[in-house]
């Protein structure tokens, strides 16, 4: 069973950095895991915030480009590291974890869906504030 746990959350001022951290536990054998971040605002829906293959290819929200990036640490370990962050940027991050698909192609081409992953940590709140 996959588990992942995450790490990082916390409160920053408008303008400020963190970085998230999740290590995951339970991957099988060989098979490639695409691992990712998603973050939910009360009464919204799950959005996709950035994925990252084994080989590093990466895939990120319009919203997030330029200001996050999402790194891999060996086959199990994902830091996302969110700069100038603004208030909308507030929300429980969730990591994920899946089977890959064979490369960011795919979800480069189809978006970060929730759907699309099957195992999620338990969430880590990020607050922003002015």
């Known amino acids: 069973q996959v588990q992942l746990v995450e790490s990082g959350g916390g409160s920053v001022n408008t303008g400020g950095s963190l970085t998230l951290s999740c290590e995951a536990s339970?991957?099988?054998?060989?098979?490639?895991?695409?691992m990712g971040w998603f973050r939910q605002i009360p009464g919204k829906e799950r959005e996709g915030v950035a994925s990252i293959e084994r080989d590093g290819s990466t895939t990120y929200a319009d919203s997030v480009k330029g200001r996050f990036a999402i790194s891999r640490e060996k086959r199990n370990i994902v830091h996302l590291r969110m700069n100038s962050l603004q208030q909308e940027d507030t929300a429980v991050y969730y990591c994920?974890?899946?089977?890959?698909?064979?490369?960011?192609?795919?979800?480069?081409?189809?978006?970060?869906?929730?759907?699309?992953?099957?195992?999620w940590g338990q969430g880590t709140q990020v607050t922003v504030s002015s």
């Open positions: 339970g991957f099988t054998g060989y098979s490639d895991y695409v």
């Open positions: 994920v974890a899946d089977l890959s698909r064979g490369g960011s192609w795919y979800f480069n081409l189809r978006g970060l869906a929730a759907a699309d992953f099957a195992y």
